[in-house]
Nanobody
Framework: QVQLVESGGGLVQAGGSLRLSCTAS????????MGWFRQAPGKEREFVSA??????YYADSVKGRFTISRDNAKNTVYLQMNSLKPEDTAVYYC????????????????WGQGTQVTVSS
């Protein structure tokens, strides 16, 4: 079983930046598709970004502001978040799956525990 642990969340002013990290328990990031999702209280979990086979995918709401990347040597995937807005406030989850099918949907095999991101105005 693959275990994922997120970190890097916190409180930031609107317009600021945060970098989220997700570290896997084993060397799976290079071959697994990795995704980031977020969920605010009372709302459905929504797709944020994913990376697989060198391809990057982003929700329209974060294009141009967020960047996904990975460091295979450290078994870690990152989400660099710039120009943060109050509507970005949510719990952010990382996830992994062995295939690259349906990356924009929450059909992943493994999930992290989540990290809180709060953006004040």
């Amino acid at each position: 079983q693959v275990q994922l642990v997120e970190s890097g969340g916190g409180l930031v002013q609107a317009g600021g930046s945060l970098r989220l990290s997700c570290t896997a328990s084993e060397s799976t990031i290079s071959t697994y598709a990795m995704g980031w999702f977020r969920q605010a209280p009372g709302k459905e979990r929504e797709f944020v970004s994913a990376i697989s086979n060198g391809n990057e995918y982003y929700a329209d709401s974060v294009k141009g502001r967020f960047t996904i990347s990975r460091d295979n040597a450290k078994n870690t995937v990152y989400l660099q978040m710039n120009s943060l807005k109050p509507e970005d406030t949510a719990v952010y989850y990382c996830a992994s799956k062995a295939s690259d099918y349906g990356l924009r949907f929450p059909w992943y095999d493994y999930w992290g525990q989540g990290t809180q991101v709060t953006v004040s105005s």
